[in-house]
Nanobody, 120 residues
């Protein structure tokens, strides 16, 4: 079971760190992804990290601003968001997928989202 937390209200240009906690199973064998859904829009993939943490993928819209990382010893994953923009406003979800050769595999386990609001 996954739970994302750490969202909140931040001004444009600010930073937030989201956390994704897993319970009931180890994340060591899972890739982790962060997704977001803005009001009235479809859910979009933001970033993924491989099970080892050695490989990452970022959507162009967040490249250079967001960083995904994980701590397998703590069964946690994180999303550091810098230089936030109003268009980053969304509910953010973390998800886990069994590790494959792809950095971003199919994600079968989803946590409840956390709302990030960026004011202009």
């Amino acid at each position: 079971q996954l739970q994302a937390f750490g969202g909140g209200l931040v001004q444009a240009g600010g930073s937030l760190r989201l956390s994704c906690a897993a319970s009931g199973d180890t994340l060591n064998y899972y890739a982790i992804g962060w997704f977001r859904q803005a009001p009235g829009k479809e859910r979009e993939g933001v970033t993924c990290i491989s099970s080892s943490g050695g490989s990452t993928f970022y959507a162009d819209s967040v490249k250079g601003r967001f960083t995904i990382f994980r701590d397998n010893a703590k069964n946690m994953a994180y999303l550091q968001m810098n230089s936030l923009k109003p268009e980053d406003t969304a509910v953010y979800y973390c998800a886990a997928g069994i590790a494959t050769s792809k950095i971003c595999p199919a994600f079968g386990s989803w946590g409840q989202g956390t709302l990030v609001t960026v004011s202009s």
